[in-house]
């Protein structure tokens, strides 16, 4: 009986110490799915706040800007000196021969000293609205650029995608921590050690009791000893239950013969 109990207790002590292994594996994981995590997050932090929203508002307000951009073209005037004895001034400019000119506001054009013309691109009142409206698109797009910290709309677009990259590993390294079962671990870890420590103590108390007893190395050893010392036990229980039943009977019969004596003396 003491070897199969000792056989037991050491089996139970390979046992924990097997889990403690898979756990201080599972450990390990944890640790550096967490320290993966962090640099994530460290990296989503450390990146302008860019969803979804803000991006289609840049977007709009990029296409408002290209839109009064080219209204304004379209309402331009273009200009260009074929021939002239004089000098022709656009403003303060002097025109060169056969270098075109756009205007895109309304500019006085001076040939010579006597004569000067007005030139009134797109009508003046409608030309003059354009550029207010370019002018308000260009502020409102710099000035929401300059609010996210970003210089143009293509950095936001490669800014919101690599958020969403992040975002995305973020979401499947915690699904991967919730499967290593991350919330638990550091308490799985010191319960596993307490039972190892506790599976060792009772090896070793129960080792004087069974002097000679050869520990096997491996788990399936353990396991294959146990079986031999339980069958064995069991075997020697029933023999010693089969004696004592003998025993007992012995003994009633001595007890019926000494009172048979004692009525004869």
Do not use: W, Y
Not at 168 to 185: C, P, Q
């Amino acid at each position: 009986r003491a070897a199969r109990d000792q056989a037991q207790a050491f089996f139970t002590c390979v046992e924990k110490q097997q889990l403690l292994n898979q756990i201080k594996a599972r450990h390990g994981q944890v640790v550096k799915e967490q320290d993966k995590l962090k640099s994530l997050q460290d990296r989503l932090a450390k990146l302008p706040v860019i969803t979804d929203k803000e991006l289609k508002k840049l977007r709009k307000l990029e296409k408002d800007s290209s839109d009064a951009c080219i209204a304004l073209a379209a309402m331009a005037t273009g200009i260009e000196v074929v021939k002239s004895d004089q000098d022709v001034r656009a403003g303060a400019e002097i025109l060169s021969l056969g270098a075109p000119r756009t205007l895109t506001e309304e500019t006085d054009i001076t040939v010579g000293g006597g004569v000067v013309l007005r030139l009134r691109p797109g009508g003046g009142t409608s030309l003059a609205d354009a550029r207010i409206r370019r002018d308000q698109a260009d502020k409102e797009l710099g000035k929401t650029l300059a609010g996210l910290g970003i210089a143009s709309v293509g950095e936001a677009v490669r800014i919101h995608a690599e958020r969403t990259q992040i975002e995305t590993d973020i979401e499947s390294v915690g699904k991967t921590l919730e499967l290593l079962g991350a919330a638990t671990i550091e308490q799985d870890l010191a319960d596993a050690g307490q039972a190892v420590a506790a599976a060792r103590t009772d090896v070793d108390i129960r080792s004087p009791g069974v002097p000679g007893f050869q520990s096997p190395s491996s788990l399936a050893d353990a396991q294959v000893l146990l079986g031999t010392l339980k069958t064995q036990a069991d075997t020697a229980e029933k023999t010693e239950r089969s004696a004592q039943r003998d025993l007992d009977a012995a003994q009633a019969i001595e007890t019926k013969a000494n009172a048979d004596l004692a009525t004869h003396l």
